[in-house]
């Protein structure tokens, strides 16, 4: 009966400018966590009927909430019409998800002609030393950059990332995707294509445009860091 | 110790038998002891090609069922003295009647006894694929200057090049018709060795003599003045490691070269 000794020892409330955020103990039982957290937010926070939500953020500290933990709090802070939560932080994620994290930032390369058939995927950018041949596929869940011909198919952003770019050197592709945006083969440019192209998402289409553009709309590729 | 070569191009009728027929045919001529393996069972036409059709007794699938010995289904091409011969394709079973393990280890015993195997390939990617590439060393892909074909070798050049201990595989442009090239109706040599990026080992004119010859059992190899000829016998002779220049068209006559340079972009 701990929680009966040190009352209101394992949730703390803080109130900012934005709305609250508790912050709950990571070295008691979550069985306890949620109790008093449900005692809490019943016996203190009796709002007024009609006024607008509050916005909660929820820290755990060094605890690491299952699905099964995680929506068992959620359900407790909604079932408090009053709130609305932001958003729960942790200071730990799982192995699993540190690796696809890792991933999802890494770039694979590699030298290679992508043939009739062939499908490469990788989870985050893809650096492919080589060409796309019709018939081919490569996909990333971030951005694509080719050495060579795109003829195939590319699939930048796999996963949902829709500021994922396409670049190529010479850019033919069978058709291109972003997310979910869809390009069939762009119309034959009457005049040669001169220099490298890449393919983005603006205003919910697929644009492509000269290399050169992305260094303005694409910032956050730039991951060089000091002066120049 | 020979050594297996497998002619192969994912899509039909491009030239395949055609090719192993004159490849062995002229590696013989060349002095190699050659024995010539079709491995499209159920449509074999190596052995009409050859001219060797009615002397058939028994055939690859009677090999590696063990109905008889190698040396007894073997046919030999007497226009050669012992240098070249013909493991027949089975006309009436289907192609599950072979397995790649099976493949492997005839080949292998083949090897023993002659300098080049050369195995014709049915078309596809199927078992019959599996079969004809299972116990060979290097690969020929063979395509013609047509989108759909050279598609369908790109696909082949995929799968081959995850064959475990085959060498990179060689391509043979086939059925060349210098005038459409010319006039931009068809893929010049260019655009398809950029596409495939694979070696160029030969270029074929298109030439109705070829099929007047496979039609009577001569391959066109054994003319020596035959342009389709010429260039048969000198991939044989790259095969051999020589290193004969690759001209657009191996033949034409001289001017005309020069002129059909331009086309090709060769420099
Ligand atoms: N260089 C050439 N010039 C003219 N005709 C040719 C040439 N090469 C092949 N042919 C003809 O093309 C046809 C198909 O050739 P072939 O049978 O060798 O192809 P294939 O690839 O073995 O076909 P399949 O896939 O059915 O086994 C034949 O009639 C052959 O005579
Ligand atoms: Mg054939």
Redesign the interface.
Known sequence: MSNKLLPNANVIIKGTKEGLTLHLDDSCSFDMLLEELEAKLSANMKAPENKPSISVRVHTGYRYLTEQQESRLRDIIAAKKTFKIEGIQSNVITIDEAKSQREASEITSMAA?I????VIEVPGDLLLI??V????QVSAGGNIFILGALKGIAHAGKYGKLDSVIAASVMKPSQIRIGDYLNGAPEPNSEEQSGMECAYVDNGQIIIDRLQILKRIRPNLNRFEGGF | MGEAIVITSGKGGVGKTTTSANLGTSLAILGKKVCLVDTDIGLRNLDVVMGLENRIIYDLVDVVEGRCKTHQALVKDKRFDDLLYLLPAAQTSDKNAVTPEQMHKLIGDLKQDYDYIIIDCPAGIEQGYKNAVAGADKAIVVTTPEVSAVRDADRIIGLLEKEEGMEAPKLVINRIRSHMVKNGEMLDIDDITTHLSIDLIGIVVDDDQVIKASNQGEPIALDPNNRASVAYRNIARRILGESIPLKPLDEEPKGLVAKLKKFFGVR
Not at chain 1, 115 to 118: E, I, M, P, T, V
Not at chain 1, 133 to 136: A, E, K, R, T, W
């Open positions: 002609v043939r009739s058939g062939q080589g060409d041949n019709p018939g081919g």
